[in-house]
């Protein structure tokens, strides 16, 4: 059972914004830690896309955008492109300094 | 370039063991926290394990305690994972990754490919 609440699927047409939600608790995101995103496309390993809530690794494009506020993150995608279909994870820690991951929210562009 | 790539995986009976190790080439491992994190097929990501830089700070999520250990050998730019009581819930593709800066709460900023490790009789 994922500490960190994320919807199952999120889909959108081409061009369109979508935002994926990712709850947590007082004692995880609540708490202060720094949430992280991450990108899975189809059959390969995770990719850093979104870090410290707000920031993007270099080479990300501007269309991905994260927030925090209270026990929640979020997740933006602007502009929807064919090639952002891929499962999306968030990540933080908890008080006993442990990792925690949400549960995933595949992305679909219609 | 910078690369992770992961190896030691395959078949084990239910029980028994399995060592894990991750090489690394392009940076310096001596520099940076380590992680080990799974995902079972067509699931999501958990969580295994993290090592402070000289292996001597670790942490193991509570579903691997005591059954997993994680170490380091910085002179062999390799990490480690000693799976042992092995479980068929154990049984996932395990990526090593590295924390973008001294911190356990760093992102991880780069992953290995994974590799499979199944539990079955």
Known sequence: QSMLTQPPSVSGAPGQSITISCTGRSSNIGAGYDVHWYQQLPGTAPKLLIYNNINRPSGVPERFSGSKSGTSASLAITGLQAEDEADYYCQSYDNNMNVVFGGGTKVTVL | ?121
């Open chain 2, 1 to 121: 370039q910078m690369q992770l790539v992961e190896s030691g995986g395959g078949l084990v009976t239910p029980g028994g063991s399995l060592r894990l190790s991750c090489t690394v080439s392009g940076f310096t491992l001596s520099d940076y926290y380590m992680t080990w994190i799974r995902q079972i097929p067509g699931k999501g990501l958990e969580w295994v394990s993290y090592t402070g830089t000289t292996g001597a700070y670790t942490n193991y999520a509570d579903s691997v305690k005591g059954r997993f250990t994680i170490s380091r050998d910085n002179s062999k730019n390799s990490l480690y994972l000693q799976m042992s009581s092995l479980r068929g819930e154990d049984t996932a593709v395990y990526y090593c990754a590295r924390l973008a800066v001294r911190s356990v709460t760093a992102p991880f900023d780069f992953w290995g490919h994974g590799i499979l490790v199944t539990v079955s009789s």
